[in-house]
């Protein structure tokens, strides 16, 4: 007989990912944030304007995607916008406010990868990562 599918490491990896990830977005949740905004604050800085094709490039969003986010990330006082230097384009970064949360966010990505992968030693914890992007790269159409 066949073994049920909820008994396969796909499954579990599937189930686990689901978890992990709703645990991920419930703080961005609570602020009033979507699935999604924590790549935007993971990929700016407090310190340097991001040009918005940059902010594109980094997260895969086009404009018609990237600048709605980027108002509603500016009424809650995450990111302000201004000119990046070198262009006259515009550009964010992260407000006080906006660094803050990007740490409490980066905390929260560590101790979800620590409660994954605490228990291992570091060569098996770089084998389970090796594992797991080749795997990615498999379905990655």
Known sequence: MPKS????ATYQLIEAGQLARAALVRPLAELGLEAGDDALIFALDRDQNLSDADLADLT???LTQLLPRLDRLIRLD???RAEVSETGASGSRLTEKGAALRQKLIKGWQEMDEALLGELKPKHRKKIKKILARFAGLLDF
């Open 5 to 8: 599918p909820t008994k396969t």
């Open 60 to 62: 895969g969003l086009n």
């Open 78 to 80: 995450l990111i302000t």
